[in-house]
């Protein structure tokens, strides 16, 4: 599956952006999704996944009730939402894609979309 992330961009602080993740390839519902980000000087860290049938999410504890992660299989798109943004959420956004949700890392990986927040 091949994954392609946007809907980056400037956004103050309090403010909401919306990314998308747009796959191709193979049956993109059978896959679970993750959403990732890496700012600067720091690793990547997890930030939401959803599984194959969009029924279960899970969040990371710095987004939770902030971020929400959603798909839409027969479009073959996932999405995070993202409001009350903070500084601390500017980072390099990738989502990520793999048969099992709890794999580490995930297999596939798209390119990432930058989400700046100026405070």
């Known amino acids: 599956v091949q994954l392609q992330a946007s809907g980056g961009g400037l956004v103050q602080a309090g403010g909401s952006l919306r990314l998308s993740c747009a796959a191709s390839?193979?049956?993109?519902?059978?896959?679970?999704v993750g959403w990732f980000r890496q700012a600067p000087g720091k690793e990547r860290e997890f930030v939401a996944a959803i599984s194959k049938n969009g029924h279960n999410t899970y969040y990371a504890d710095s987004v939770k009730g902030r971020f929400t992660i959603s798909r839409d299989n027969a479009k073959n798109m996932a999405y995070l939402q993202m409001n009350s943004l903070k500084f601390a959420d500017t980072a390099v956004y990738y989502c990520?894609?793999?048969?099992?949700?709890?794999?580490?890392?995930?297999?596939?990986w798209g390119q990432g979309t930058l989400v700046t927040v100026s405070s």
């Open positions: 990520a894609a793999d048969p099992d949700i709890l794999n580490t890392p995930y297999s596939y």
């Open positions: 390839g193979r049956a993109f519902s059978t896959y679970a």
